[in-house]
Nanobody, 119 residues
Framework: VQLQASGGGLVQAGGSLKLSCQASGRSFSSDVMGWFRQAPGKDREYVGGITWNSVRTYYTEAVKGRFTIWRDNAKNSVFLQMNSLKPEDTGIYYC?????????????WGQGTQVTVSS
C-alpha cells in the first residue's frame, strides 16, 4: 500500500495550493481519508478528513473556511485545496487512511509534501 502526496511548494501569504494524494495497492473507497501536517518542532496536526462517501468532513478550526477536502474514489485519490494561506500553514503535509470514523485513528501514511508559506 502506498500513498503519494504531491502539490506542495513555496507560496506567498494569501496564495493557494492544491495538494493531491494518490493511493495504490488497494482501494480506499470505503475508508475515511485525511490530511495531516507537521511544522518544525511541533506535533503532527490533523488538518481535515472526509468520509468514504464524502457526506461528512472534518476541519481543524485553524483552516475552516480556507481549506477544502474532497475525494475521487474512482481514482483512489484525495485532495486538499488550500486558499488564503498563512505562514503558520507551513509544514509537511501527509495524507492518511483512517481505520474508522473521522476522529478515529489513521493507519496508512504517505510520504509528505512540503508546504512553505512566506510572509
Amino acid at each position: 500500500v502506498q500513498l503519494q502526496a504531491s502539490g506542495g511548494g513555496l507560496v506567498q501569504a494569501g496564495g493557494s495550493l492544491k495538494l493531491s494524494c494518490q493511493a495504490s495497492g488497494r482501494s480506499f473507497s470505503s475508508d475515511v481519508m485525511g490530511w495531516f501536517r507537521q511544522a518544525p518542532g511541533k506535533d503532527r496536526e490533523y488538518v481535515g478528513g472526509i468520509t468514504w462517501n464524502s457526506v461528512r468532513t472534518y476541519y481543524t478550526e485553524a483552516v475552516k473556511g480556507r481549506f477544502t477536502i474532497w475525494r475521487d474514489n474512482a481514482k483512489n485519490s484525495v485532495f486538499l485545496q488550500m486558499n488564503s494561506l498563512k505562514p503558520e500553514d507551513t509544514g509537511i503535509y501527509y495524507c492518511a487512511v483512517g481505520t474508522g470514523g473521522l476522529l478515529d485513528d489513521f493507519a496508512w501514511w504517505g510520504q509528505g509534501t512540503q508546504v512553505t508559506v512566506s510572509s
